[in-house]
């Protein structure tokens, strides 16, 4: 193992994106990591576009990049849910223009790409369904029926599972995704407002908006194992990459939980963030973003030392999602009333670009596309 780069893949989480250099192959091979054998030397991950499963040697590894390396055949695109015209917005980030719109179910409010990036899960609120679309496409395969108010999705790391939160029903929803059929129906505390999952797969966190909790799943067995309580009306959660800390935006009491993973204590509450509501780490860990629904701007925070360092205004009303670059050089953020997604250069936190998208924008996701 020492003698070549299985030292270094045993360390990665299952389901990171990864582009590993190969000694015998001149172009970089971009992958979700699955697993690595050390007996064997083998590396297992699916490519990405295709979802084809690759395996290579440890020793074949000349390089390794976290995360996708920048190829000129490659394009960032950002998926906006637009919940008043029912469509999905496709932005192309190098040029910041709208290059496809989708046609989904009533309000759809969050959505998530699978880790190949081939599908795309949009949460119909209304119409009580979740799309299943092909990313490049826009062709809906499936409508995932028989779920109550879903207003937010996370897929578990290996793709196996879509966890939905269920607004009104209290509840939140298993979906297998091969099969697309629903498995279990998980009771929580209150109104699950958000979700999240862990970067190991291990746990989802649930905010219970109504009661200011977080409800832990153990998703081996789809049971609330602890209850964590946070701020006021509790709302966007996220996980750091290494799964150690999740933050939780706290809308009525202006402030961020931040939660130690192995305790499920906070260990720290962010004072003094105005009305935070979703969440965006940077690639690196080291900025926490928070829009702010109220007065249309994004804070940000320092998460070594958990204070703020800015505060961006968006141009845009009833500031909603957010969603970074893979680069961590932009952010993508939903302006629901201005019907529009501010682009915020994070070198220097200002607006470099405004784009006009569908009605009341509300979910950002973002993903990378390489023919």
Known sequence: MSNCMCSRLVHIIRGQIITLFLSSYATP?????????????????ARIGSGSIVTVGCCDVAALYYGLYPLSNC????????????????????TNTVIATYTVET???????????????????????????????GETITTITGITSPVDLALTPNNAYLYVANFLAETVTVVETATNTIVAVIPVSGIA????????????????TNVNTIDVIDTSNNTVTATINVGGNPAGIVFSRDGTTAYVANRD????????????TVSATIANVSNPNYLALSPDGSRLYATDT?????????TVNNTQTAVIPT?????TGIAITPDGRYAYVANALSSNVSVIDLRTN???????VGSFPFGVTIGTFCS
């Open 75 to 94: 394009s960032v695109l950002a998926f906006i849910a637009d919940s008043g015209s029912s469509t999905v917005s496709v932005i192309n980030t190098a």
């Open 193 to 208: 407002g958000t979700i999240a999952i862990s970067p190991n797969g291990s746990v989802a966190y649930v905010a219970g």
């Open 294 to 302: 109220t007065n249309g701007t994004v804070t940000v925070i320092d």
């Open 107 to 137: 309000q759809p409010r969050s959505l998530v790409l699978s880790s190949d990036q081939s599908l795309l899960y949009v949460a119909n609120l209304a119409d009580n369904t979740i799309s299943v679309v092909a990313s490049t496409t």
């Open 315 to 319: 141009g845009g009303q009833l500031t």
């Open 350 to 356: 200002t607006v470099v670009a405004e784009v006009p």
């Open 253 to 264: 009491d202006d402030s961020i939980s931040v939660i130690d993973v192995l305790t499920n």
């Open 29 to 45: 091979l971009p992958i979700v990591f699955l697993s690595v054998d050390t007996t064997s030397g083998c590396i297992r991950g």
